[in-house]
Structure formats: C-alpha cells, structure tokens
C-alpha cells in the first residue's frame, strides 16, 4: 500500500520561510519522479516543483529563486524548501510521485499572512 505523508506545513509571515517534508512509502522511491503542487481557496491544483530521479528539477516561474526541491533516496522522503514566502504562496501543498502510476498524499496547509 502506497503511502505519502506531508509535513512541515503551517503560519509563517511574510518573508519567511517553511521546509516541506514528503515521506514515502509502498513504492520504489528511487524510480519515482517526485513533485510538489498547490491548491489555493477557489483555484485549480497546480504545479510547483519536480525532481526527476536522475535529480533534475523544475520550477514554476513565480517560486524560481525562492524555493527549492530535493531528495533524499535514502529516507525515501523528497522536500520544498520555501524561502521569501508571500500571501500568494497561501495554499494547500501536495506531494505527489510518478513512476507508471501516480500517487498524491493528503495534503498540507501552508498559510503566509501578510
């Protein structure tokens, strides 16, 4: 049974700064390419950042320079470091993998007040 577990969520103010954490399990972590999205009140999921298992990564153009994306295969767990955050970045953020099927954890809430 997969499982993908989402922490570090919480108030920060603007400005500040918040690491995600993503601990996986029931899969193969070190095949799976890893992503965070976001959801805010009253809009679409999406997309923030990727990391391939080969390490690459990618960025949503209004979180490039702010936030950060890594890995760790040995603690099966992948992590968004989020730094300068703003009111915009308010959100649920979800942690999600791909490796033929994909798998989406429940969810934590980030809120930046102002």
């Known amino acids: 049974q997969v499982h993908l577990v989402e922490s570090g969520g919480g108030l920060v103010q603007a400005g500040g700064s918040l690491r995600l954490s993503c601990a996986a399990s029931g899969i193969i972590f070190s095949r799976n390419t890893m992503g965070w999205y976001r959801q805010a009140p009253g809009k679409p999921r999406e997309f923030v950042a990727a990391i391939t298992n080969g390490g690459n990564t990618n960025y949503v153009d209004a979180v490039k320079g702010r936030f950060t994306i890594s890995r760790d295969n040995t603690k099966n767990t992948v992590y968004l470091q989020m730094n300068s955050l703003k009111p915009e970045d308010t959100a649920v953020y979800y942690c999600?993998?791909?490796?033929?099927?994909?798998?989406w954890g429940q969810g934590t809430q980030v809120t930046v007040s102002s």
């Open positions: 999600r993998s791909v490796f033929i099927r994909e798998y």
